[in-house]
């Protein structure tokens, strides 16, 4: 069974300065992993796929790099601004590489301080 | 780009009623649909898999008569929570893939997920 564990719980951190999320996962043998950012109350919004052939995926001030043989994953974001506050969940494959659906981790709930 | 529309985005409902939920995709076909569920300050947990003209994948724990699912058509799923007490006040969120299976490498795209609150 996929575990996922992300890594801080929280984080806030002044405006402007660059940071990174950790997230870890158990099983190894996935297709891709998938960093979402969701707002309070709110549904989520994809902000990368990472696919299990790839290193890294970058999307503006974001890049999320993938190793699987260590079973982790970073999300790092340049120039923090206040709208990047939110919680980012990391997620992997349910059953670890079929067509399932995710498990996610309890997220990375993220302050920027203007 | 891919859409996922789910509705009602909230609802308040008395204990002892049924609600049902429905979850649209846009502009795709998804034979497959995932319903999750989010407990404040949890995280998302994969309730069923959807899969469109046959009976859904209940994940272990899930009550499958509490909980129904219907994926009619290619573009439309529906969980119905029959009979809801206050413990099955949560966040339910669905999402779809554009192509048959994550496994193929394509992102799941989730609704805005629906608010349901059990008095």
């Known amino acids: 069974k996929q575990e996922v564990t992300q890594i801080p719980a929280a984080l806030s951190v002044p405006e402007g300065e660059n940071l990174v999320l950790n997230c870890s996962f158990t099983d190894s043998a996935i297709y891709n992993l998938q960093w979402f950012r969701q707002d309070p109350g709110k549904g989520l919004t994809s902000l990368l796929l990472i696919q299990s052939s790839q290193r890294e995926q970058t999307s503006g001030r974001l890049n999320a790099s993938l190793d699987k043989s260590s079973g982790r994953s970073t999300l790092y974001i340049a120039a923090s601004q206040p709208g990047d506050s939110a919680t980012y969940l990391c997620a992997a494959p349910y059953s670890g590489g079929g067509a399932d659906g995710l498990t996610f981790g309890k997220g990375t709930h993220l302050i920027i301080q203007p | ?119």
Not at chain 2, 8 to 28: A, N, Q
Not at chain 2, 67 to 80: D, V
């Open chain 2, 1 to 119: 780009g891919a859409v996922v529309s789910q509705h009602p985005s909230w609802v308040i409902c008395k204990s002892g009623t049924s609600v049902k939920i429905e979850c649209r995709s846009l502009d795709f076909q998804a034979t497959t649909m995932f319903w999750y569920r989010q407990f404040p300050k949890q995280s998302l947990m994969l309730m069923a898999t959807s899969n469109e003209g046959s009976k859904a994948t209940y994940e272990q724990g899930v009550e499958k008569d509490k909980f129904l699912i219907n994926h009619a058509s290619l573009t439309l799923s529906t969980l119905t929570v029959t009979s809801a007490h206050p413990e099955d006040s949560s966040f339910y969120i669905c999402s779809a893939s554009r192509v048959a299976g994550q496994g193929f490498g394509s992102p799941l795209h989730f609704g805005n997920g629906t608010r349901l609150t059990v008095t």
